[in-house]
T-cell receptor, first 114, second 109 residues
Framework: DVKVTQSSRYLVKRTGEKVFLECVQD?????MFWYRQDPGLGLRLIYF???????EKGDIPEGYSVSREKKERFSLILESASTNQTSMYLC?????????????FGPGTRLTVT | KQEVTQIPAALSVPEGENLVLNCSFT??????LQWFRQDPGKGLTSLLL?????REQTSGRLNASLDKSSGRSTLYIAASQPGDSATYLC????????FGKGTRLSVIA
């Protein structure tokens, strides 16, 4: 069974703080993704990565950065948290070339910025 | 740009009914289509994946079909149960996934 874990289920941070969201997958997947989900807007892709040390911008990268130093771990960084970054953050992974590309999601992190 | 639409946005049915959820997409050049389930406050659980060369996939009481040429997919749920209550999302893969906004299903006992 594929397992994608996220470091926190709930997080409360103050405006201006630097925030790290961690995601780990245990299936040796090449691809990893960060989304945010907001009512009425659905899931929106922030960043994704097809390989270690590689990153690609998604639809809404502004205010975020990512790091992928190891294949199993993909970190989302909010350099200076703002209230409009209050959201549910979801990490996902999928196998790359030769795989089905079926995406598997973590349980999500509910981030509140006050 | 690929757009994915799910209709209806919400659906309420009595227990035991068979039901169909709809998903449409604007660009038929997709690699695959995936259906997910999401319970409130939780992550997404993959239900079915249909590759672009396939017409349908089945898992238990769930059957998903894909018609690439018309840009449509349906998720059929047989003999619905209260435990099926959740939001169902479809997503198509160009590169990467593009999601619909989901159908919120309530199955009433």
């Amino acid at each position: 069974d594929v397992k994608v874990t996220q470091s926190s289920r709930y997080l409360v941070k103050r405006t201006g703080e630097k925030v790290f969201l961690e995601c780990v997958q245990d299936m040796d997947h090449e691809n990893m993704f960060w989304y945010r989900q907001d009512p009425g807007l659905g899931l929106r892709l922030i960043y994704f990565s097809y390989d270690v040390k590689m990153k690609e911008k998604g639809d809404i990268p502004e205010g975020y950065s990512v790091s992928r130093e190891k294949k199993e771990r993909f970190s989302l960084i909010l350099e200076s948290a703002s209230t409009n970054q209050t959201s549910m953050y979801l990490c996902a992974s999928s196998a790359g070339n030769g795989g089905t590309y079926e995406q598997y999601f973590g349980p999500g992190t509910r981030l509140t910025v006050t | 740009k690929q757009e994915v639409t799910q209709i209806p946005a919400a659906l309420s049915v009595p227990e035991g009914e068979n039901l169909v959820l709809n998903c449409s997409f604007t660009d038929s050049a997709i690699y695959n289509l995936q259906w997910f389930r999401q319970d409130p406050g939780k992550g997404l659980t993959s239900l079915l994946l249909i590759q672009s060369s396939q017409r349908e996939q089945t898992s238990g009481r769930l059957n998903a079909s894909l018609d690439k040429s018309s840009g449509r997919s349906t998720l059929y749920i047989a003999a619905s149960q209260p435990g099926d209550s959740a939001t169902y999302l479809c997503a198509v893969r160009n590169t990467p996934l593009v999601f619909g906004k989901g159908t919120r299903l309530s199955v009433i006992a």
